[in-house]
């Protein structure tokens, strides 16, 4: 399979997890932040396949910017802009390559991070989805040294899931959450949660793909 198909089935799967997600995520968000952050991100999601409906693209870095675009208009709060600005900088990252190998899927991880981190200015520790990426990317650079691009991202996706799971002792220091103070200790970030769920999928439909 080619990889812009194999992008577009990335897409998919992660709209797909939104949908499935998306109670999960707004029971999370209600409790440290606007609860919203569920329905924000099915609907982003939503709105991208509608732009990849009829839609053409030729390349995966095609397939990602028309994401970013459907994200950013369609997302609200932080989670528009930054997930927005995490796709366009994985598309950026791989400019008009027509495959994608293991390296190239651990640097285009990288530069979503670096999106985000400039983005929302959050670093490790401050129960952001900083707390997830951030250990995904180390595990996906790890396991791209031969493995497949779809080891990368269940790497990711399981570093992902333990930085999420982290967060819940945290005491938020960026977003709504960092109001609350003490109180948002045990709840676990929705953000960092949503990025778990998103290396997940993306890593079940590259397995599949396989």
Request: glycine share 10%; no cysteine.
């Amino acid at each position: 399979m080619d990889a812009t198909q194999a992008t577009l089935d990335v897409v998919r799967e992660m709209a797909a997890a939104m949908e499935e997600n998306r109670r999960q995520l707004t029971k999370l968000d209600s409790e440290i932040g606007d609860g919203d952050h569920g329905n924000n991100m099915h609907r982003g999601f939503q709105a991208a396949l509608e732009r990849l409906d009829g839609a053409d693209p030729s390349t995966p870095a095609d397939v990602l910017k028309a994401v970013s675009m459907a994200l950013i208009s369609k997302v609200g709060g932080a989670a528009g802009p930054l997930y927005g600005t995490a796709f366009l900088r994985v598309s950026t990252a791989l400019g008009a390559n027509e495959e994608v190998s293991a390296e190239d899927a651990a640097k285009a991880l990288e530069a979503a991070l670096g999106g985000i981190k400039q983005r929302g200015k959050a670093e490790v520790g401050d129960k952001t989805i900083v707390d997830a990426l951030q250990p995904a990317v180390e595990a996906a650079n790890e396991a791209a040294g031969g493995g497949s691009v779809a080891d990368v991202f269940r790497a990711a996706a399981g570093a992902a899931e333990e930085g999420a799971e982290s967060t819940v002792p945290m005491t938020a220091r960026r977003g709504r959450a960092s109001y609350l103070g003490a109180r948002a200790q045990g709840h676990q970030d929705p953000g960092a949660t949503s990025t778990y769920l998103l290396l997940d999928a993306a890593a079940r439909a590259l397995e599949d793909d396989s």
